[in-house]
């Protein structure tokens, strides 16, 4: 009687689940990061288009009859610009949780080297091929052994917090 394909890898579909929720978590402050990355272009590019508008209505000023008031983009532009700081707090404050999370780890002293791993890769958001040199472990090492005990020690503490 064969055993089921799902049976044989139940274990390591398991750690592979586990391990992928603990990046998902870490991921956040990345994410976050982009989102308020891409606020702040919305941001720019709306006082730029404000520029071009009022440059061009000080073109017509005097050479048309039809009404040019810049209020009304003002007030949108106003009311634009605290929705999007509004939503970058929010971001902030996600990221700034997780590296709460991360120093809350309870790494021993060995294992320290983890925490710093976690923020360089997910807080200052670092490749692997930087870690490896800015903390002198060769790469397969690093992504082989060490991420993956990160990882391990992360998923950890999200089931400890889940069971609070």
Do not use: W
């Not at 120093?103 to 890769?121: A, H, P």
């Not at 397969?140 to 991420?147: A, I, P, Y």
């Amino acid at each position: 009687m064969a055993i089921p394909l799902a049976v044989t890898l139940g274990g390591s579909k398991m750690k592979k689940k586990r391990t992928n929720e603990a990046k998902e978590y870490l991921l956040q402050a990345k994410n976050a990061n982009k989102k308020i990355y891409q606020y702040n272009l919305i941001l720019e590019q709306l006082k730029m288009d404000y520029g071009k508008l009022t440059a061009s209505y000080g073109d017509m000023t005097g050479h048309t009859n039809q009404k040019h008031d810049t209020s009304d983009y003002i007030t949108m532009l106003l009311a634009q610009e605290e929705k999007i700081n509004k939503m970058k707090a929010q971001y902030l404050e996600k990221k700034n949780e997780i590296t709460d999370f991360i120093m809350s780890l309870d790494f021993g002293v060995e294992d320290e080297k983890l925490r710093e791993l976690l923020i360089l890769k997910y807080i200052n958001f670092k490749s692997f091929d930087e870690i490896h040199v800015i903390m002198n472990y060769s790469y397969s090492h690093l992504v082989q052994n060490m991420h993956p005990r990160a990882l391990r020690a992360v998923n950890k503490r999200l089931k400890e917090c889940s069971r609070l």
